[in-house]
């Protein structure tokens, strides 16, 4: 089986856009793959992060996974700083990455703006990112457009070890489905929908309460005129939405206009509403379950102790072609 990576920062709250977008395509992954699917805490603290803050969401974006339907005896589901490995061949990967290539990250270039002071780790975290992929030799990488910068990075690096050091890491190719890649902001279908927005009613968490859905979808930004019909040059906000509504009731696009053919916006803003609440309220019960039984600390150290086997043959190979004396036993 191909191997996969990915994984979420757990900083914030998850949104519709990442269950459509993301965790979706981790459940179908799943079935035919060898997955691994992280929380990556430790590209979280490139910020500043409240620590009590952290611990709770690394918990909740764990338990997402699971609620999402991604089955740990399917996939390793773990906590990135649960592997050392991770940290140890992401400085390794540093030394061979350019001041130059970390300058032209465009996620850099966007998250120091304006700001006086940035860490270096900001800076550097695209190596990190590269050593997440190329520790586990991963063949498929599920990205969206904001990420293919950082993975095309990975395969340069991945290409440089090998030239340098001989064949060992597997040049990994991007995974990016056809459709639901992209679920954009209720408030601006011109911005991806992201839990960083400060505006609340810009994205669905998936969390939110069914009453809170509801009334976010009743303000969601649409178009002039009135027609529910797919033209995302034309009328990109109404667009977006018959795209959440085609992902959450399992309907072509086609189908959506349809069905909503001469009814106008208010019914069915308020169709889709329920369509949201009836995918999230069922996840949100799985969800709710998992917390108060306490499950997913086992499914984490189970999911770390099968990746760190895995983590730490890649370094320790890795090591050893760059020249590092091996431990003794």
């Known amino acids: 089986m191909k191997r996969v990576l990915s994984g979420i920062q757990p900083s914030g ?3 519709l856009g990442n269950y459509i977008g993301a965790i979706q395509n981790f459940v179908k992954l799943q079935q035919d793959h060898e997955c691994y699917f992280m929380v990556v805490d430790m590209h979280a603290i490139t910020v500043p ?3 009590a803050a952290l611990r709770e969401q690394s918990e909740s974006v764990a338990t997402l996974y699971v609620a999402a339907g991604i089955d740990p005896a399917k996939a390793n589901i773990f906590m990135q ?3 050392p490995g991770h940290a140890e061949l992401g400085w390794m990967l540093t030394t061979l990455t350019s001041m130059g290539e970390l300058e032209r990250m465009t996620q850099f270039k966007d998250k120091s ?3 006086e002071s940035v860490g270096a780790g900001l800076f550097v975290y695209p190596a990190l990112m590269a050593a997440d992929i190329l520790i ?3 063949d498929l990488v599920p990205v969206g457009d904001d990420q293919k910068q950082h993975l095309e990075l990975t395969r340069d690096l991945a290409g440089r070890f090998n030239g340098r050091y001989g064949d060992y890491f597997t040049i990994p190719e991007p995974y990016i489905p056809k459709v639901g890649a992209r679920i954009m902001s209720l408030d601006d279908a011109s911005k991806k929908m992201s839990k960083s927005n400060p505006n ?3 994205f669905i968490a998936l969390l939110d309460p ?3 859905i509801r009334k976010k979808l009743s303000r969601a930004t649409t178009d002039s005129g009135r027609e529910v019909q797919y033209d995302p040059a034309n ?7 018959m795209s959440i509504y085609a992902h959450c009731a399992n309907l072509t696009l086609d189908q959506v206009q349809a069905k909503y053919d001469g009814l106008g916006y208010g019914a069915f803003k308020k169709d889709l509403a329920e369509v949201v609440v009836s995918v999230l309220e069922p996840l949100q019960q799985r969800y709710h379950d998992i917390r108060e039984s306490g499950e997913i600390h086992n499914i984490l150290r189970q999911g770390a102790e099968r990746a760190a086997v895995v983590a730490a043959k890649t370094v320790r190979d890795a090591k050893e072609r760059m020249g590092f004396l091996p431990e003794q036993s």
């Open 13 to 15: 709250q998850l949104t």
């Open 49 to 51: 992060q409240d620590p």
């Open 81 to 83: 700083s649960h592997v």
């Open 113 to 115: 703006a304006g700001k």
């Open 136 to 138: 586990y030799n991963a």
């Open 200 to 202: 609340q009613g810009s």
């Open 210 to 212: 069914p009453d809170v």
């Open 235 to 241: 009328k990109p906000e109404v667009s977006n939405l």
